[in-house]
């Protein structure tokens, strides 16, 4: 496989002037586009003449030259033609499936997502008459196994949450090609260490709100995709981006272009740090989950398709065995060691941190928690890279060992 390098890629698009010759972008803060010549708004209208072809913008909800930008950054990162932003994350999963699938069809997921993704396919679509069989991530063929005539979509997630369980794309794009079923792949966890459709993923779906963004203080998400998959999303009559109108604002365009050219600084450093930490945790004897560590069932399946130069990501689980001990952890380490913070959410420069099975999984019974290897004492960890990495290390050790988790 040749390898990717999507630092480079990102960096070799058109860089944007502003208006004024600006080193930043302009934001075009404009809802309606003036159209100079009245005779061709049909040709402009009807998405025939578009400002490339000399038409022009004709609003912001079809399309705005800001997030524009930020569109096609996106895709040249994922090596797919085509990108388009939307509000947030569950928008772009939302839509992606319900253009994807009709009353009637049927979808594979894997059932150790997100817990809004899964209460979407296990609660929402259904009522929708789209209906969603669950398998382990970890086995394509069970995938396939479960693929009938009424299947459209596989969807998994490239390192899934909150297991880090990691899909063998390659293996279910062949999977989803022999079927002549789409692969969506989330992931969110991952951006530039993964890139899943280089991996053979038809369409990659990102909450930008986690580390693409990387500062805690938007909401927003992107689908990535073939040129005619983006524009059956941007159609005027059946579009369900268009139509459903989950539009990106060209502020948060603007915020998130301004940190996309450092996402592989902060990816490498979270990794980085990551490691370390999940080292000394196992050395410690801690029952430490990390796709960095070679203790990690699935680290050759990662080492192999993963991006080359950015390590394995800044996602780490302790399982602290019961909820109680997880809360202590946490108390710990929020109120007492000034480790991180006590919130859901991922991809901050800060180290956030959360118990899953009673925060971003409790949408998922604990029947299935259990099913998908979810410990209700299960905390996750997204590691920041704020303060000494050393003072860091300390604060972690004192934490376990005052918690009783480690074994030598
Ligand atoms: C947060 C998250 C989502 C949902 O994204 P929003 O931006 O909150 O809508 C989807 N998938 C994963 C893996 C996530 O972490």
Redo the contacts with the bound molecule.
């Keep these: 496989m040749q390898p990717f390098n999507p630092e480079q890629d990102l960096i070799e698009t058109r860089r944007e002037f502003g208006e004024h010759g600006g080193v930043t972008p302009s934001i075009a803060r404009s809802s309606t586009f003036t159209v100079m010549d009245p005779e061709i708004m049909p040709e402009i209208f009807g998405g025939v003449r578009g400002p490339e072809k000399g038409g022009c913008f004709l609003y912001s909800r079809h399309f705005n030259p800001t997030v524009d930008i930020l569109a096609r950054y996106l895709s040249a990162m994922e090596g797919t033609e085509f990108a388009v932003c939307t509000s947030?994350?569950?928008?772009a999963?939302s839509c992606t499936l319900l253009q994807l699938c009709q009353n009637g069809d049927h979808i594979v997921a894997s059932d150790t997502?997100?817990g809004?993704?899964h209460a979407l396919l296990a609660d929402l679509l259904p009522q929708l008459g789209i209906t969603t069989t669950f398998v382990n991530p970890t086995d394509p063929t069970a995938f396939e196994k479960a693929i009938t005539k009424q299947t459209r979509v596989l969807f998994t997630?490239t390192m899934g949450?909150p297991t880090l369980k990691i899909s063998d794309i390659p293996a279910l794009s062949k999977v989803a090609k022999a079927k002549g079923v789409s692969l969506v792949v989330?992931n969110?966890?991952t951006p530039m260490i993964f890139s899943p459709a280089r991996l053979g993923a038809d369409v990659v779906v990102y909450?930008?709100?986690?580390y693409i963004n990387g500062a805690s203080d938007l909401?927003?998400?992107a689908i990535c995709a073939t040129k005619e998959m983006i524009h059956r999303l941007m159609d005027l009559h059946t579009g369900r981006v268009m139509l459903l109108g989950p539009t990106m604002d060209p502020r948060m365009a603007y915020d998130i272009i301004q940190r996309l050219p450092h996402l592989a600084i902060r990816m490498r450093e979270h990794s980085r740090r990551a490691l370390a930490v999940c080292s000394r945790l196992h050395e410690l004897g801690v029952p430490v989950t990390y796709p960095g560590l070679p203790s990690f069932a699935q680290h050759d399946l990662a080492t192999q398709l993963i991006n080359k130069g950015y390590g394995y990501g800044g996602m780490f689980t302790i399982d602290c065995g019961t909820r109680e001990r997880a809360d202590d952890l946490l108390d710990d380490l929020q109120n007492k060691e000034d480790f991180g913070y006590i919130a859901v959410?991922?991809g901050y420069f800060d180290t956030l941190m959360s118990c899953s099975g009673s925060s971003?999984s409790s949408e998922i019974s604990q029947e299935e928690q259990l099913k998908m290897g979810l410990s209700p004492g299960l905390v996750r960890f997204s590691i920041g890279y704020t303060g000494t990495l050393e003072k860091r290390l300390e604060q972690i050790e004192r934490a376990v060992k005052k918690i009783g988790l480690t074994t030598s």
């Design positions: 947030s994350g569950m928008s999963i997502i997100y809004g993704t997630e949450n989330d969110t966890f909450s930008m709100t986690k909401v927003a998400g959410s991922l971003t």
